[in-house]
Nanobody
């Protein structure tokens, strides 16, 4: 069973920055998609950013140009650099992991990001 250690969330003012980190307990793999989703209060969970094993990165339109996803090739760690944060970025952010061969998905426990003045 894959487990995660997530960190980096917190309270930040609009226009500020945060960097989220996620470390996986899984063994290194070259066929893993990893990234971040988020869920705001009263809303459904949505994609923030993810990268597959081919290096293809998907970003939500709402974060393009502001957020940058980084992944360790071994798929043990992923980082989300969040710049120019907006109040609408306020949400619980979840680390995401998917084995591309089995399509089994795993989720972190979540880290809270609050953007407010």
């Amino acid at each position: 069973q894959v487990q995660f250690v997530e960190s980096g969330g917190g309270l930040v003012q609009p226009g500020g920055s945060l960097r989220l980190s996620c470390t996986s307990s899984a063994s290194a793999s070259r066929v893993v998609t990893m990234g971040w989703y988020r869920q705001a209060s009263g809303k459904q969970r949505e994609l923030v950013a993810r990268m597959n094993s081919n290096g293809v990165t998907d970003y939500s339109d709402s974060v393009k140009g502001r957020f940058t996803l980084q992944r360790v090739i071994a798929a043990k760690e992923t980082y989300l650099q969040m710049d120019k944060l907006k109040p609408e970025d306020t949400a619980t952010y979840y680390c995401y992991y998917r084995n591309e061969w089995t399509n089994i998905e795993y989720w972190g426990q979540g880290t809270q990001v609050t953007v407010s003045s």
